[in-house]
């Protein structure tokens, strides 16, 4: 049960354990796109980095060590909080849900929202990947004993930098990292901390109206053609500051000013590049909705790259999203791209928004499976304990029983059909396992290759066979 916010999530349970597992599975391309480069540029620099004056060699310098670890820090710090687009959808989704969950308990704390996902993807998930690079397939092998050092004062920084406490310089245990921290302590590390967290917090399968406050998650002024007020001449441009929220994207004639024209998400068909050739003007893009598009030009390349990425990030989850897209505009009584006449006639390119769906990840299914079903085995009791504190009080609303104080359950009998389902899965393979060892038994003869004679194993088989009543079998 959660008491502390500021030590929210920090120990270990079943709930961390799961997700741990799961963003093993599903954010390991991630992990590598956002934090290969990065890592084997510093193992290949062999640049000495120790900040400790008791570790220092001779001749070294501790400013220059000093320097060169805040240069690799500010590498790595970089590459992740502007990595929020390439978070997998379904990590977003349980951040999400830990969001909202933490909110709800500590209504008081406001900065919970984020500790609550900070504790999983800094500490749980970018923090040791940094630490032991060859566990995560990072480094095809161990670092040496210089760049491990370096990776580890990498690692409590980036550690520290995520988790967005109130006083950071006194969460280190050495006076040396407390004074190097100092080159960090200020405020854009926090808001691009809290900007990443935001962005990887907003899931686009959930309703938007479920989140109270919405999450801003980019602004700034960009040039949009006006929506059939004027067909013809420059004034058919004007420049708007834009807005996006999890739940909106809207524009107005100035920051702050009351929106002109606001999409909800869930109304974001697709958002893809413009030809150049539609209104001879470069860096533009549309953004889909099901009656019109929203023709838009970004200040250059990359911010018109950083909007369509993230748009495409908060929509990609919309079940009316179109498969294929009009690559130029509707102009003069058809589409410049494929000559149709029709102004609703389907797009003649396939989209191309979105994560690439053929991710190939080097995982042992095997393995992995028997790990999650290990872990789920060993926690049987708990789990048993709470499907039956949620039938409690499903079906009876008095005053809480003593044995079930320690559950906090929203929504008792969604969770009772959860754990129903996860106790007859695992319920179902320890069946098949046992099953499957009568099997290799039966076909195995004792003193072969399989169980030569001694197979202390194969002997406590035989014994419990025959403990074993026949009508148990």
């Known amino acids: 049960m959660w008491r502390d916010p500021n030590t929210i999530f920090r120990g270990n349970s079943l709930t961390s354990k799961c997700i741990d597992e799961t963003m093993k599975l599903a954010g390991m391309q991630y992990l590598h796109v956002t934090l290969k480069p990065t890592i084997e540029e510093i193992c290949q620099s062999h640049k000495s980095c120790e900040i400790d004056p008791v570790r220092l060699k001779d001749g070294e310098s501790l400013e220059s060590n000093m320097e060169n670890l805040r240069q690799f820090v500010d590498r790595v710090f970089s590459v992740i909080t502007k990595s929020g687009v390439s978070c997998p959808t379904v990590m977003c989704d349980i951040f999400f849900s830990l969001r909202e969950a933490a909110a709800k308990r500590f209504q008081d704390d406001l900065d919970v929202r984020y500790t609550a996902v900070s504790s999983f993807i800094f500490l749980r998930f970018f923090a040791p990947a940094i630490l032991s690079p060859n566990l995560f397939q990072l480094t095809p092998h161990h670092t040496d004993p210089q760049t491990s050092r370096t990776l580890t004062l990498v690692s409590k920084t980036i550690q520290t930098l995520g988790s967005l406490s109130k006083s950071k310089s ?36 959930r309703d938007p109206k479920s989140v109270q406050q919405p999450i801003l998650l980019k602004e700034g002024f960009m040039i949009k053609r006006a929506q059939g007020r004027k067909r013809f001449g420059m004034k058919n441009f004007k420049k708007r500051w834009f807005r996006l929220t999890n739940h909106e994207f809207t524009y107005q004639k100035s920051k702050g000013d009351l929106p002109l024209y606001s999409i909800p998400i869930e109304n974001i068909l697709a958002v893809e590049p413009l030809e150049e050739e539609s209104f001879k003007m470069k860096n533009m893009f549309q953004v889909i909705q099901p009656e019109r598009a929203l023709y838009i030009q970004a200040n250059n390349c990359v911010e018109a790259k950083a909007w369509i990425d993230i ?67 060993s926690y049987m009791s708990k789990l048993e304990k709470m499907q039956e504190a949620c039938g409690s009080r499903s079906v009876y609303d008095g005053p809480e029983q003593e044995e079930y104080s320690a559950f906090l359950i929203d929504d008792p009998q969604q969770t009772y059909k959860t754990l129903k389902q996860v106790i007859a899965g695992v319920g179902a393979l320890e069946q098949e396992h046992a099953q499957y060892k009568r099997d290799k038994f039966k076909k195995t003869k ?6 030569p004679i001694g197979d202390k194993s194969f002997q406590s088989y035989i014994r419990q066979q025959s403990e074993t009543p026949a009508h148990s079998m």
């Open 311 to 377: 748009l495409t990030k908060v929509s990609q989850c919309n079940q009316k999203r179109l498969a294929v897209y009009h690559p130029s505009a509707y102009l003069n009584g058809h589409w410049l791209c494929c000559r149709a006449s029709s102004d609703t006639a389907a797009g003649c390119s396939p989209c191309t928004g979105g994560l690439p769906a053929n991710i190939q990840l080097d995982i042992d299914g095997d393995r992995e499976t028997e790990r999650i079903y290990s872990l789920f085995s």
């Open 446 to 451: 004792y003193g072969s290759q399989e169980h």
């Open 170 to 205: 006194a969460s280190f245990k050495e006076s040396y990292m407390a004074a190097f921290y100092e080159f960090f302590n200020e405020q854009k590390y926090a808001d691009a901390v809290k900007n990443f967290l935001d962005l990887i917090s907003s899931s686009g399968r």
